[in-house]
């Protein structure tokens, strides 16, 4: 397929939803010149891949292995005759972001043993590295978040049936190769690999039934087969191969897909459903919000109002603070399709932005709850983690109101990338260490059920991350280290330096200066 057609695959798509078009000419099978072009890099990928990452998702080969799959990215694009960074409209600002962002977030994995930031960062840079994938090759402008979503699903799963292309690849290049070699030659080799195909299930059948026949003969293959061991790490050896095979499969079919396919999602344009139907469920729900808000601006907020009885505020913050998120998200999902699906309408328009200022009020609320009970219950990482998401929430859903009246205005770019600043920020915070901090700074000492709390928090919950806040308290540490997850830590991060881990090495001299 020449360049000409390749690049006239790319014009805009007049649909909205998302399309999946035919190539421009049929495709043969077996393609000799994308083999050259990522044959090699796809292969050196997989290696690297590998070596990096293979059971070690959290050594210092993680940041390594995305400094050189940026690599292998640039040299696939110069292959093309494309540009590294540039988009298909000629930017270069939101790729340069995601390859600043990508390569931060593979620092976090090597600098922190946190399971949840191991677990968030793993999903950050899943989604940013096909976004990033999905923005070199297919124009995103206009687009929300249903379409990023939508591209991104495809950008993975649209490539897998192009698995046999690597294949087809190989066999049209050996074939262009080897063409000098003899007719009868190759007939006496395909000659061979059928025999050896047929005998494999027949000897299968032929000796199970001499083994019940023969005790004798039975007796003689038993001891043959026991002098045959398999190695100890055989089940790595099989892992290794199957994550040579399956990184070497996607690293070549999921650039050579977006190149010669075109996956399009149109820009997001207003709906035209009739605005009314939206109207009827907004306004009854925006007229629950406000009695709702009136009650949190009255009872919580200023606390003028009395508690029922048995109730302590903590009690009553912690009881309704998940339910509380919940309606939050559900509003904040209520204006992106509102938006998207019904025609512009000014009442509706208004009557979102309503909703939107009771979600503030939620978010609000939501947030003085949890404050409430941190004061009263010490900090976790999940309290610290939705006072995080609060914060996020409240400007992901400011974007959405600036889009209610500004319709050009990039709303799913500007929430991907305050959270992923947002993300980074409370990655490199290190939570574990702050919520170690707070408990040890805030726990009173006297109350042994609240110290006594903390400090099993600390020691069974807590990664290695929190041993900063803990060295100066020597009996706290003693128990750490003695807890039997520290075996765990060992057998994760010791023994090798590709399995090199900063909070891991840092919490080692530690408990050897504790010695």
Request: charged share 15%.
């Amino acid at each position: 397929m020449d360049n000409t057609a390749r690049e006239n695959n790319y014009n805009e798509p007049s649909m909205t939803n998302i399309v999946i078009e035919a190539p421009v000419q049929a495709q043969v099978k077996g393609d000799a010149k994308s083999f050259r072009k990522y044959g090699l890099l796809s292969l050196v990928f997989a290696i690297v891949y590998t070596f990096c990452l293979y059971k070690n998702k959290s050594g210092i080969t993680y940041p390594i292995f995305m400094a050189i799959t940026f690599g292998l990215i640039y040299a696939v694009r110069k292959s093309d005759d494309l540009p590294f960074l540039k988009d298909k409209n000629g930017k270069v600002g939101l790729n340069l972001f995601y390859v600043i962002s990508l390569l931060l977030l593979s620092v976090t994995k090597c600098m922190f043993t946190s399971y949840s930031i191991q677990w968030l960062s793993g999903l950050a840079i899943f989604l940013l590295f096909f976004s990033f994938i999905m923005q070199l090759y297919i124009d995103t402008t206009g687009w929300d978040i249903v379409g990023w979503l939508g591209g991104i699903a495809l950008t993975m799963i649209r490539p897998i049936a192009n698995i046999a292309w690597p294949f087809q690849d190989v066999a049209l290049f050996v074939k262009e190769r080897g063409s000098e070699t003899s007719k009868e030659k190759k007939n006496a080799i395909m000659a061979v690999l059928i025999g050896l195909i047929v005998a494999v299930p027949l000897l299968a059948v032929v000796v199970s039934l001499l083994v019940s026949a023969d005790a004798v003969f039975s007796r003689i293959l038993e001891k043959v087969f026991e002098g045959i061991h398999l190695p100890d790490n055989f089940g790595d050896i099989v892992g290794i191969v199957l994550t040579l095979c399956i990184s070497f499969i996607c690293a070549y079919i999921i650039p050579n897909s977006l190149y010669k396919k075109k996956i399009g999602i149109g820009p997001a344009k207003q709906g035209n459903t009739n605005p009314l139907i939206a109207i009827t469920f907004t306004v009854l729900l925006g007229l629950v919000y406000l009695l709702f808000c009136l009650i949190q601006v009255l009872f919580l907020f200023t606390g003028s109002m009395t508690l029922p009885a048995g109730y302590t505020y903590a009690q009553y913050a912690h009881e309704g603070l998940y339910q509380l998120l919940a309606v939050c998200l559900i509003n904040v999902a209520l204006v992106s399709v509102c938006s998207r699906m019904f025609a512009k309408n000014k009442l509706l328009t208004c009557i979102l932005s309503i909703i939107g200022i009771c979600t503030y009020i939620m978010i609000a609320s939501s947030a003085m709850r949890m404050i409430l009970y941190i004061g009263a219950y010490t900090l976790t990482f999940l309290r610290l983690f939705v006072l995080w998401f609060l914060c996020v929430l409240s400007l992901w859903l400011a974007y959405l109101i600036i889009g209610l009246y500004k319709s050009d205005f990039p709303v799913f770019k500007a929430a991907m990338v305050t959270i992923t600043v947002a993300y980074l920020a409370f990655a490199f915070a290190n939570p574990d260490y702050q919520v170690a901090k707070y408990d040890l700074a805030h726990a009173d000492m006297p109350d042994t059920s609240i110290y006594g709390s903390v400090q099993r928090y600390i020691v069974y919950n807590l990664s290695l991350d929190a041993i900063p806040a803990i060295e100066s308290n020597e009996q706290l540490l003693s128990e750490y280290k003695d807890n039997i997850y520290f075996d765990q830590w060992e057998t994760n991060y010791a023994g090798s330096i590709r399995k090199f881990n900063y909070s891991y090495w840092r919490a080692e001299k530690v408990f050897e200066d504790a010695k």
